[in-house]
């Protein structure tokens, strides 16, 4: 296999366990949205196939099948790379989501075992937003032209695109802590509601950034203006998810509707977060840094400043 097709097939296969992981976040929110965590209340193995056969058992029994085939699939993708991939650092990108998905395993095991403490619930649904990031990220990393030694743009506007688009998808990914705790009983709505203004304001000002000093460019207008519409979308699942669980509040066990938008606003939130590490990484890689000055060539220097 000639290097060419072993990196067309490398990055097609990263896309396939990308959206393996998207599904996860999926199978992980409905067992959340369903009450269902301690359904099947052994792990590793589920022994209690009585258990499993209501309908909280099988939505933990298949968040645990798709786990499993999304560890499978990462491993395969970390040998792959690393028998096949010549960049060390993309191949070290391999062995870190390895042991991302190990550690989102173990966690979940942990938090069967200990009875849903919050502060492991919480770690385990950030843990898979991580996760998902970085499977996000080896999707861009494996195309065949991905390089860090793109031209560069200089951006004399302050804070730094570079700076703002990395704030924003820190500001983000604290957004997603602050509602898994939220599901998860650990806090109220309020800080999480002030995290969705803090996040629409950052997300709209890199958006203003990105038309306002780089319209030129493409591979920043397209992650930007998809992040912006992403948040909107997820504002509104977000008001339609607490209406729903407002209204039905009372009842003894969640309804389809409380299920259906609450699932979709967790797994908006995965979206919202993978294009903003994405519009961050294409930030960094088309952008100058900030400090980096701009030299002139000397037959264009001011007299007194030619020695």
Same mark, same amino acid.
Not at 292 to 299: D, T
């Given at each position: 296999m000639s290097e060419t097709t072993a990196q067309r097939w490398l990055h097609r296969y990263s896309i396939l366990v990308a959206f393996a992981t998207f599904i996860l976040v999926i199978a992980g929110a409905l067992v959340t949205s369903n009450d269902a965590a301690l359904s099947i209340p052994s792990w ?105 030694? $793109?031209?560069?743009? =200089?951006?004399? &506007?302050?804070? #730094? @695109? ?5 704030? %924003? !998808? +820190? ?72 209406? $729903?669980?407002?209204? =039905?509040?009372? &009842?003894?066990? #969640? @309804? ?5 938008? %609450? !699932? +979709? ?43």
């Amino acid at each position: 296999m000639s290097e060419t097709t072993a990196q067309r097939w490398l990055h097609r296969y990263s896309i396939l366990v990308a959206f393996a992981t998207f599904i996860l976040v999926i199978a992980g929110a409905l067992v959340t949205s369903n009450d269902a965590a301690l359904s099947i209340p052994s792990w590793p193995a589920p022994f209690h196939w009585p258990a499993a056969m209501g309908p909280g058992g099988r939505y933990e029994l298949s968040h645990r099948v798709v786990a499993g085939t999304v560890s499978t699939l990462t491993i395969i993708l970390a040998l792959l790379l690393w028998r096949f991939e010549p960049r060390r650092w993309v191949r070290r990108m391999g062995a870190i989501a390895v042991l991302t998905v190990i550690a989102q395993a173990i966690l979940g095991g942990v938090t069967v075992l200990l009875d849903l403490p919050t502060v492991t619930s919480v770690g385990h649904a950030c843990l898979g937003q991580i996760f998902f990031g970085v499977m996000v990220s080896l999707v861009l990393f494996t195309r065949r032209d991905f390089t860090w030694d $793109e031209p560069k743009a =200089n951006d004399l &506007a302050s804070p #730094p @695109l570079r700076k703002l688009a990395a704030a %924003t !998808t +820190a500001l983000i990914f604290i957004q997603l802590v602050l509602g898994a705790a939220f599901r998860h009983h650990g806090f109220s709505i309020v800080p999480h509601l002030v995290g969705a203004g803090l996040v629409t304001i950052s997300v709209l000002w890199t958006l203003l950034r990105v038309h306002s000093g780089f319209d030129d460019q493409p591979r920043l207008k397209r992650p930007a203006g998809l992040l912006a519409v992403l948040l909107v979308a997820q504002v509104a699942l977000g008001i339609g998810a607490y209406w $729903e669980l407002w209204t =039905n509040r009372d &009842a003894p066990q #969640p @309804l389809p509707p409380v299920v259906d938008v %609450t !699932t +979709a606003h967790v797994a908006l939130g995965a979206l919202v977060l993978a294009t903003s590490v994405v519009l961050t990484i294409q930030a960094y890689r088309f952008i100058a840094a900030p400090d980096a000055s701009v030299r002139l060539p000397i037959a264009s220097m001011p007299e007194k400043a030619v020695i």
